[in-house]
């Protein structure tokens, strides 16, 4: 994201909203989710809160006004205006070392996010987040990964994505799981370590894969999954445990 000269005033001018507890002449420098946000970064969220560690964050009409905040009736459409209006987007990808990308992948894309406004028009949520990507990764062809939207799209040390496989926005995959041909993950998806997820696979927005569990073929998993546990079927079912002393090398 470009450096940025901005002010709590001129979010709360284009705003047209007055409602709230905030210091005009704070600085904002950046976006960030708002359990994350830190001084300088502006959020938004549809739950209440009571703290908020950012210097402004964009909270419900009904909510209890708490220090740099400004009430909406939408909070996220406003969030969205804001991040059109003075925010771009920049430098959405990070390699380490000896990283392997098969051919026709694409990697910081931004991730189906949209919210309509008062007219029921979609309006896209940005996207402010990064693919990091660590050492000693592997990924096939036709891969798409897509960046955050105010966190980062992590994926681990010595992971192995394999051909066309879809990886939501905010999605984290640990050190050494292996994600085989057409699996999709949809957004914030934690995949832990050792994990296997087989091909065709797709995990449901915001579920979590224990370390070293599996995921059967064309499983659709819609709960969490604990860890060294084996699920498949539609919806994922247990049907049995993983055996972590020992070691299988599989290929497709």
């Known amino acids: 994201m470009k450096k940025i000269s901005l002010k709590v005033s001129d979010i709360i001018d284009f ?11 704070a600085e904002i420098t950046g976006v960030a989710s708002h359990r994350d946000a830190k001084k300088g ?8 809160v009571n703290e908020f560690k950012g210097s402004l964050i964009i909270i419900p009409a009904d909510s209890d006004i708490i220090l740099n905040s400004v ?30 990308i098969g051919s026709n992948c694409t990697i910081g894309c931004e991730g189906f996010g949209h919210g309509k406004d008062e007219n029921g028009i979609w309006q896209r949520f940005p996207h402010f987040g990064k693919v990091i990507i660590g050492d000693n990764v592997e990924i096939g062809s036709n891969v798409i990964i897509n960046r955050g939207v105010l966190g980062d799209t992590i994926i681990g040390n010595n992971v192995r994505i394999w051909h066309s496989v879809n990886i939501g926005h905010n999605s984290i995959i640990y050190d050494n799981a292996v994600i085989l041909n057409g ?39 819609v709960k969490d999954v604990p860890h060294s546990t084996i699920v498949a079927g539609n919806p994922a079912r247990v049907i049995g445990k993983v055996d972590e002393n020992t070691y299988n090398m599989r290929s497709y």
Not at 183 to 203: D, F, Q, R, T
């Open 41 to 48: 970064d502006i959020s938004w969220t549809s739950m209440k």
């Open 15 to 25: 705003l047209g909203d007055e409602v709230g507890n905030y210091d005009r002449d």
């Open 71 to 100: 009430l909406c009736k939408h909070p996220r459409l406003a969030f969205i205006k804001v991040c059109q209006k003075f925010f771009n987007n920049v430098d959405n990808t990070i390699l380490g070392k000896n990283v392997k």
């Open 183 to 221: 699996a999709i993950l949809c957004g914030s998806v934690k995949v832990e370590s050792g994990v296997w997820i087989s091909p065709g696979a797709i995990i449901k927005n915001k579920i979590q894969i224990g370390y070293n569990s599996q995921v059967g073929l064309g499983a659709v998993v």
